[in-house]
């Protein structure tokens, strides 16, 4: 079955760096979109990044210029390089994997879900 396992997570202080990662083991499609999402006890879930099968990415507004996705297809890999880290950045990050591309996607339409990795942002 396919597994999705992120890790890179940790404590840093205000305006640090961290890169999250999330491998892909069971999964081998061409198609597909890769999104990065965190979510916070008592808030919904948000959309952080997304790439897609052709490289096309997208970022919420909040982190733009600050996060970078990126992708390793061969190694089933995506990446989360996140700089100039803020308090309000901390939560849980997920990453997911959808059969379809981005364009337009909701978050339920994403097929694998990873478990996790916990960012926390000092002030």
């Known amino acids: 079955q396919v597994q999705l396992v992120e890790s890179g997570g940790g404590s840093v202080q205000a305006g640090g760096s961290l890169t999250l990662s999330c491998a892909a083991s069971?999964?081998?499609?061409?198609?597909?979109?890769w999104g990065w999402f965190r979510q916070v006890p008592g808030k919904e879930r948000e959309a952080v990044a997304d790439?897609?099968?052709?490289?096309?990415?997208s970022y919420a507004d909040n982190v733009k210029g600050r996060f970078t996705i990126s992708r390793d297809n061969a190694k089933n890999t995506l990446l989360l390089q996140m700089n100039s880290l803020k308090p309000e950045d901390t939560a849980m990050y997920y990453c997911?994997?959808?059969?379809?591309?981005?364009?337009?996607?909701?978050?339920?339409?994403?097929?694998?879900w990873g478990q996790g990795t916990q960012v926390t942002v000092a002030p």
């Open positions: 790439i897609d099968s052709d490289d096309i990415t």
């Open positions: 069971g999964y081998s499609y061409s198609r597909h979109c």
């Open positions: 997911a994997v959808s059969h379809r591309y981005c364009s337009g996607i909701h978050d339920y339409e994403y097929n694998y």
